[in-house]
């Protein structure tokens, strides 16, 4: 089946610093991506819609200039955490729509800021 | 985008058969209704997915009324190792339409 896989799967960094998260379709193409978000004990909360060659659709509420988001290829997306302070520690997890087929998801990423 | 209404907790024994039920009263014709999975730090993982009727797979069953206006996510005969959280979402099959996650039914399966 569809393997979409997340990396880091756990980052620790200082307030202040930028931190990439990267997506990739593993056996399949996908033109569209999306990011969540997930505080303990609470459900997924989407962040954004990322497409293939272009911006990336934001949710009400989501900083764009704080989530940086880049999908340059049909396989890699990315999720920047810029500036990052203690209230972005999260469980940040990316899935990766194929057309006509269930969503797959990847395995998170663990964020604690310091 | 359909809302899902599911229960917030469930419990159950080792070697019971558990249902969850979900109502998505303003389903479209076009939605299909998708189960995941999530274990503690990891992220959900597809269950199963039916349109109308039942569906079965190796896993699960899923049982959806003629009116589709709810669904019953049955596991066979559950063990520890089902005890998670339960996503019940309807999405428009056929595009990128973003799925929107509920509250998820948080199952607790006792020895």
């Known amino acids: 089946g569809a393997v979409v896989s997340q990396h880091p799967s756990w980052v620790i960094c200082k307030s202040g610093t930028s931190v990439k998260i990267e997506c990739r379709s593993l056996?399949?193409?996908?033109?569209?991506m999306f990011w969540y978000r997930q505080f303990p004990k609470q459900s997924l909360m989407l962040m954004a819609t990322s497409n293939e060659g272009s911006k990336a659709t934001y949710e009400q509420g989501v900083e764009k200039d704080k989530f940086l988001i880049n999908h340059a290829s049909l396989t890699l997306s990315t999720l920047t955490v810029t500036s990052a302070h203690p209230e972005d520690s999260s469980f940040y997890i990316c899935?990766?729509?194929?057309?006509?087929?269930?969503?797959?998801f990847g395995n998170g990423t663990r964020l604690t800021v310091t | 985008l359909a809302k899902t209404t599911q229960p917030i907790s469930m419990d159950s024994y080792e070697g019971q058969e558990v249902n969850i039920t979900c109502s998505h009263n303003n389903i479209a014709t076009n939605d299909y209704i998708t189960w995941y999975q999530q274990f503690p730090s990891q992220g959900p993982r597809f269950i199963i997915q039916?349109?109308?009727t039942k569906v079965t797979n190796e896993v699960a069953s899923l049982f959806i009324p003629a009116d589709r206006k709810s669904s019953t996510l049955s596991l066979p005969r559950v063990s520890l190792s089902d005890t998670a959280v339960y996503y019940c979402?309807?999405?428009?099959?056929?595009?990128?339409?973003?799925?929107?996650f509920g509250t998820g039914t948080r199952l607790t399966i006792i020895p």
């Open positions: 039916g349109y109308k």
């Open positions: 979402l309807v999405r428009y099959n056929f595009g990128n339409e973003k799925l929107t």
């Open positions: 056996d399949f193409q996908a033109t569209t």
């Open positions: 899935s990766a729509s194929i057309h006509n087929s269930p969503l797959h």
